[in-house]
């Protein structure tokens, strides 16, 4: 099975969104998952960085 991680987004004049730029750094301990926390108020974009 491959293994896909997402390390970096940049996201440009989509949706709510004029300049968008995550950066998702690598685990710091071999074999853990990553886990990032995206939370925002209500009609921010959350779920659109998920839909690109």
């Known amino acids: 099975m491959a293994n896909y991680k997402i390390k970096h987004l940049?996201?440009?004049?989509?949706?709510?969104?004029k300049h968008l730029?995550?950066?998702?750094?690598e685990s710091s301990v071999d074999g853990n998952a990553d886990i990032?926390?995206?939370?925002?108020n209500n009609g921010t974009g959350k779920l659109l960085?998920?839909?690109?």
């Open 10 to 17: 940049l996201v440009q004049n989509i949706g709510v969104f």
């Open 21 to 25: 730029d995550l950066q998702f750094p």
């Open 36 to 40: 990032h926390i995206f939370y925002w």
């Open 49 to 52: 960085c998920w839909r690109l």
